[in-house]
């Protein structure tokens, strides 16, 4: 590899030789002025290089030893008093130092106390002074420093710096301006050449004129005049050929654009005459029509679509199909599956899609999308929408009242039979088909009368469906017959007739619904076994008579109300009454049970003693075999306990309410499957969303930036097994994201509850804005103050009243005599040539005074 190398460096600079030998004379007269110039140039850069160097060292090496003290001094009083918050806080001042990497405080033992910056490895701490002092190693700057409080080491302060950045930029710099001073330099050898070589250069030039002029006025027909030393006139004359050649092709190239132009015309007129009927096609159709190119920018809509989807003009202007998906989410139903589903039609670009779009407002549109296509390209999408919502409804409409009629016909808890003009079972529901023994399709297409009416009467039921099929009756109530079922058994039923008549008003059937009453005449008998059994109910029961009069109550009555049977019987129940019940509650009561229904509710009534109860009470009617009401009977449960422990629940959950509404920090609940489940009003103000719009949303989409949430999703699944999780128990700051799209800094208190066997999770948030802002304000004015005292041409310096030296500039130093580093977090006992006892007895009146003492120190 040597040879090769070493050869091909000979050729190389052979070959500048040769190619300097044969430029002319003047030519290399100015290349070697240049280069003679230059190489004394980089010559001089070099040394000052070198020089600047030694400089940037020193003064970096007392930069980053004053900022070490004056960190050591700050962090005194968080490493005495055990605050390794405060002492992180002052740490990340370096934050405006970019040269330093990171920064840690260790405590005597060599542990850690607070950090800055990226961890330091092990390798990287070795490289540190035992003590006091700076080491270079990598390219970069370690740099110990004692931290040391009324002599008494609490620690040390280790800096890592980075110095090749620093002197990268002031490299830069002097290279910026030494090229500038050598281009500068070039130039006037430059110019000095130029004058002496004008002779030579002149036929080059009118040749370089000619061609400028032929540029600006693209005329060929112009000739450069042969003239000068042979090297000239070649190039002239291939100048003068070469111009020849470009007129030649110029001619042709005219020819063929004045074609080019004519066709184009003629295809413009043809385009604009399709893109006028195009344009009428689309505004005549009462679909909504939108083209889309495959930048998703609107090539084309009409004013139905507009229309249609209510997007304002100024918006259609800007022809950014996002903007209007944007600006049409807010009336959608499902605004996340629109967005899905056009993006996902975006990405593939031949598919096409038939579907509905549903609104909040309850519109129905019918969407249709397909590919535009010129030739076989796909050039874009066209979007079809029609407006189907009254169509729709009208289907939903008619829908639901045939299932409410199915739904009756099955449900109803009675007999439903439909028989055609012949008496044959057409239609019968379950509970008839339950009731007659048989399976419902077993009886389409029987002879009701001949299956299911038994023999005896099978004439006089028939006579009175022939009469209803006559129209010679509207229908029957309440009337009764037999029906035999499946098993050969008797059951009475009471039936009540419909007609059903077809669209001309003609009798085709009738609609039967029938009631078994066939246990009804068992229900006296009952009641008088059941009125033994409710003598040791734990209900207070209560029977009257159809006028309200009690005729019996049981021994638990007595025991709630403290009234005896003897008391309260020919008594109404009003007896009880404490007066809080409207009466139009009692009125509805009234209504109900003599109507034959039955009545649910809380009274909140008066013991006999005076003290007031609440009791649970079903009230429900007593009927005979006739369906006469012939009693009322009363069930009632003694709820005060109860009811006290309901109002105590609800006490505590307007006290909650209370609490979360006045409650200045936001107060979220998330469910076991990451949804919020609480979004209090503090809430709604820090990231503005509505409670309505945050509650059951998916919590981190709603507020955390997009790059947090991988690593949401790997530590939520560990939270919903175990309720553990970095945040939880502790208050950490965070970034936040609000409704309009801004991050902005929160604070996090996170807590785990349990319910129902799934973990749920509470948080406090605090928006931390302005603290912040408070903090970098903080940190700007100490930065500030920082520059101005460095920059201060006059000598300053702050100290307590013990002497130590808390901060001064290069000022002071230089008035001392001593450096900036060496002065810096001594003590001015220390410094030789100092009066100090005028300068701590100036420092005590101030400090006891409160103002400014103003003395002349002789040093």
């Known amino acids: 590899m040597k040879p090769s190398s070493t050869m091909g460096a000979r050729r190389g600079k052979l070959w500048l030789v040769r190619a300097f030998r044969q430029l002319p004379l003047r030519r290399q007269v100015v290349l070697a002025i240049g280069l003679a110039c230059g190489l004394a140039l980089l010559v001089s850069s070099i040394a000052m290089s070198l020089s600047a160097w030694g400089q940037f060292r020193g003064t970096f090496e007392r930069d980053l030893t004053a900022l070490a003290r004056i960190l050591a001094d700050q962090v005194q009083a968080p490493l005495a008093f055990n605050d390794p918050k405060g002492a992180t806080e002052l740490l990340a001042a370096l934050q405006s130092k970019p040269q330093v990497l990171s920064a840690i ?38 740099l110990a ?136 096609a689309l505004e ?113 409409e008619l829908e639901r009242e045939r299932d409410r009629a199915r739904q009756y016909f099955e449900i109803a808890a009675v007999l439903m039979l439909v028989l055609d003009a012949d008496g044959r079972v057409v239609k019968v529901n379950a509970r008839g088909a339950q009731i007659l023994g048989w399976e419902a399709h077993e009886l389409m297409g029987c002879d009701w009368f001949e299956t299911c009416v038994p023999p005896e009467q099978q004439a006089a039921v028939r006579q009175v469906f ?75 029961i209560v029977i009257t008579d159809p006028q309200g009069r009690i005729e019996y109550v049981n021994p638990r009555f007595t025991q709630v109300t403290g009234y005896s049977l003897e008391e309260v019987r020919g008594q109404n129940p009003r007896i009880l009454k404490s007066g809080e019940t409207p009466p139009e509650e009692y009125a509805r009561l009234w209504r109900t049970i003599t109507a034959g229904g039955e009545w649910r509710g809380e009274f909140h009534n008066r013991k006999k003693n005076g003290e007031l109860f609440w009791e649970s009470a079903v009230i429900c009617p007593i009927k005979d075999e006739t369906g006469r009401i012939t009693h009322f009977l009363s069930v009632k449960e003694d709820i005060t306990a109860r009811k006290a422990a309901e109002q105590a629940l609800r006490d505590n959950e307007a006290k909650l309410a209370a609490i979360t509404r006045s409650a200045q920090d936001g107060i979220i609940m998330m469910d076991s499957a990451g949804r919020v489940s609480f979004w209090n009003e503090a809430a709604e103000q820090i990231f503005g969303y509505t409670a309505d719009e945050a509650l059951g949303q998916e919590l981190h989409r709603l507020v955390a930036p997009e790059r947090f949430h991988p690593a949401y999703y790997r530590g939520f699944a560990v939270f919903q097994r175990t309720g553990q999780g970095p945040a939880v128990g502790r208050t950490l700051e965070l970034v936040a994201r609000r409704k309009d799209g801004q991050e902005f800094p929160v604070e996090l208190s996170l807590s785990a509850v349990q319910l129902q066997g799934a973990w749920h999770a509470v948080g406090v948030v605090r928006d931390i804005t302005a603290r912040k802002a408070a903090e970098q304000q903080v940190q700007d004015a100490l930065n500030f103050s920082h520059t101005l005292l460095q920059a201060s041409p006059i000598g300053i310096m702050a100290f307590r009243a013990s002497g130590q030296v808390v901060a001064a500039n290069e000022a002071m130093a230089d008035l001392l005599g001593c450096t900036l580093g060496h002065l810096q977090g001594s003590n001015l006992q220390e410094l030789s040539g100092w009066t100090v006892a005028r300068l701590q007895s100036a420092a005590e009146a101030a400090l006891a005074s409160g103002s400014t003492i103003r003395q002349e120190v002789t040093l």
């Open 284 to 396: 005549s159709t009462a679909d909504g029509i939108l083209v889309v190119d495959t930048q998703q920018r609107v090539t084309q809509f009409n004013q139905r679509f507009a229309q249609m989807w209510r997007i304002p003009e100024d918006l259609l202007q800007t022809r950014d199909d996002r903007r209007l998906v944007a600006h049409v989410l807010d009336q959608l139903a499902d605004p996340d599956e629109f967005v899905r589903t056009v993006n996902d039609l975006y990405a593939r670009p031949e598919a096409e899609q038939h579907d509905l779009i549903r609104f909040k407002d309850g519109r129905v549109f019918e969407r249709f999308t397909t590919p535009q296509r010129v030739g076989e390209v796909c050039v874009g999408r066209v979007w079809s929408f029609r407006d189907i919502t009254q169509r729709v409804q009208t289907q939903q």
């Open 466 to 540: 022939d009469r209803l099929m006559a129209g010679e009756l509207e229908g029957t109530e309440h009337y009764e017959n037999e029906v035999l079922t499946k098993a050969g058994q008797r059951r009475l039923v009471r039936f009540h007739n419909a007609l059903i008549r077809d669209k001309a008003g003609n009798i085709i059937g009738t609609l039967s619904s029938g009631e078994d009453v066939t246990q009804q005449r068992r229900i006296e008998e009952q009641l008088r076994q059941l009125s033994r059994a409710v003598e040791q109910s734990p209900a207070s």
């Open 145 to 280: 420093e004692p931290i040391v409080l009324e002599g008494t080491q609490l620690g040390r302060l280790l800096v890592r710096a980075d110095y090749r950045g620093e002197w990268r930029r002031l490299f830069l710099t002097q290279v910026a301006v030494m090229s500038l001073v050598l281009v500068g330099a070039l130039g006037l050898a430059s110019v000095a050449a130029f004058q002496l070589q004008r002779l030579v250069t002149s036929p080059i030039l009118r040749l370089t004129q000619a061609a400028r002029r032929i540029a600006a006025q693209r005329d060929y027909s112009v000739r450069v005049e042969q003239e000068g030393q042979a090297e000239v006139a070649v190039l002239t004359e291939a100048f003068n050929q070469m111009l020849e050649q470009i007129q030649a092709r110029d001619v042709a190239l005219q020819q063929a654009r004045d074609q080019l132009e004519q066709r184009v015309a003629e295809r413009t007129r043809e385009l604009a005459e399709s893109v006028s009927v195009l344009q009428a």
């Open 105 to 142: 405080v260790q405590t005597p033992s060599r542990e850690m106390f607070a950090r800055y910056g990226a961890a330091m490895s092990a390798t990287q701490l070795a490289r540190f002074p035992q003590f006091r002092g700076l080491r270079y190693e990598a390219g970069q700057a370690y």
